[in-house]
């Protein structure tokens, strides 16, 4: 295994996370919890909350990576009911998601939310991407970063959480806004097959001799109990050459060759990380004033002055736009129940126009009944922050509903032994 030098310093980022949490630095060994104590319906529940570091193996690499994660869960002695697997968009991180894990945990779940890599307080490394004056140790299938780059550090982080966690026969819900329901949906895909990753796979010098450590009961265990869509995006880039007018495929390439490849895409990042243009970005997507907090503006940004920050938002902005929604929900199995939630005023991925807008999802599924569409009105692009209210309870409710049948279906399969 090939290691890389690391920096003995904290990030802004993570010191940004141990400050929020008020919670000593992290190290590779897990660290103590930190309980909080939020109310419920049924009065004060206690969430144990844990900050932890999930060090992940890049199998086309085999550069070995830090990545951070949270983990909440109710602390009140019994089994959570589900594993819940919150996914960030594109230069967001866990914190984004700070008013639905502790609600989530409360219901009963043992919640993680991590940070992507190159996102958040998770490392920030430069990635193959255009395979020149790479180490020959490089595999050919790296592209850089993208969609199933993180595809496959969320198929191995639920496989690691599932050894690490073993307190009772745990299925995921996952949950993802933005690119990140993307991600969902493709690490959902894969989920409900088997639960070897790609890149676990493509790590071994003989795949075959790889599966055979396996039991055949892990390989074909369907892993997945349900989807949570939050505003999913379109595409990586949003833009795909396929969708394009010959014209308009030509423009947009000679726009990604001069702008994306130039200085000029780092000139973009140093303005966009700003706090007033952030502000106003923030403005442009979100419809709840009050939620544009300077905490929001301050976990948003602070990732930005990361070492390697800039070279990420470039490599975004240059990968591949990936799998489409439509493709991916085809590819769902007709038992798998999909919550889609969509805030009404978004400007970028809008709820009833364009290419891939909220409204069509129902159509791309195997079974309409399968798939509960939701449009939250006056909300935006970000609605588990811009209408955490709603979503919470949107959320709960399909949690409770998915909980029904996963106990009929552990009855069901008591009775046939």
């Known amino acids: 295994m090939r290691w890389r030098r690391r920096s003995n310093s904290p990030s802004l980022t993570r010191r940004l996370v141990q400050t929020l949490a008020q919670e000593p630095s992290r190290t590779k060994d897990p660290s103590p919890a930190c309980s909080t104590t939020a109310a419920s319906g049924n009065g004060a529940v206690r969430v144990q909350r844990h900050y932890e570091t999930f060090w992940w193996t890049y199998a086309p690499t085999r550069e070995t990576y830090r990545i951070n994660y949270r983990v909440e869960e109710a602390n009140n002695g019994q089994a959570p009911r589900f594993h819940v697997l919150l996914i960030h968009g594109f230069g967001a991180n866990l914190l984004h998601f700070r008013k639905n894990q502790p609600v989530l945990a409360q219901e009963g779940h043992r919640v993680f939310a991590l940070d992507l890599l190159g996102f958040g307080a998770s490392e920030k490394p430069s990635l193959k991407s255009d395979g020149r004056n790479e180490p020959e ?8 970063y993208s969609l199933e780059l ?11 959480m599932d050894r690490r966690y073993d307190d009772s026969p745990h299925r995921w819900v996952i949950c993802g806004n933005s690119i990140g329901g993307l991600i969902a949906l493709m690490t959902g895909v894969m989920l409900q097959h088997r639960q070897v990753t790609t890149s676990s796979i493509v790590a071994a010098d003989n795949p075959i001799d790889t599966m055979k450590h396996y039991p055949k009961e892990e390989r074909q265990r369907d892993r997945l109990a349900g989807l949570v869509l939050l505003n999913c995006a379109g595409g990586l880039t949003g833009i ?3 969708e394009l007018s010959p014209i308009g495929a030509a423009l947009w390439w000679l726009f ?4 994306f490849r130039s200085p000029l895409v780092y000139w973009l990042f140093e303005r966009i990380r700003r706090p ?4 106003q970005t923030l403005r442009q997507i979100y419809r709840n004033a009050e939620a544009i907090t300077e905490e929001l503006i301050e976990i948003l940004r602070a990732p930005a002055h990361d070492d390697g920050a800039r070279d990420v938002f470039a490599a975004v902005l240059r990968g591949d736009a990936g799998p489409t929604p439509r493709e991916l929900l085809q590819q769902l199995s007709p038992e798998k129940q999909v919550l889609v939630l969509w805030g009404r005023d978004d400007p970028w991925t809008p709820f009833d126009r364009g290419l891939h807008p909220g409204t069509a999802f129902p159509n791309w599924v195997p079974v309409p009944t399968q798939l509960r569409l939701i449009c939250i009105e006056d909300c935006g692009h970000c609605p588990h922050d811009d209408a955490p209210e709603r979503v919470n309870a949107e959320m709960c409710t399909f949690l409770r509903e998915l909980w029904l049948v996963e106990q009929d279906r552990r009855g069901q399969q008591t009775s046939d032994l």
């Open 150 to 160: 993180w595809r496959d550090l969320c198929l191995d982080f639920i496989r690691e």
């Open 240 to 242: 795909r050459f396929s």
């Open 276 to 279: 007033a243009s952030l502000r």
């Open 137 to 144: 140790h490089v595999d050919a299938t790296c592209k850089g």
């Open 256 to 259: 990604t060759t001069i702008f």
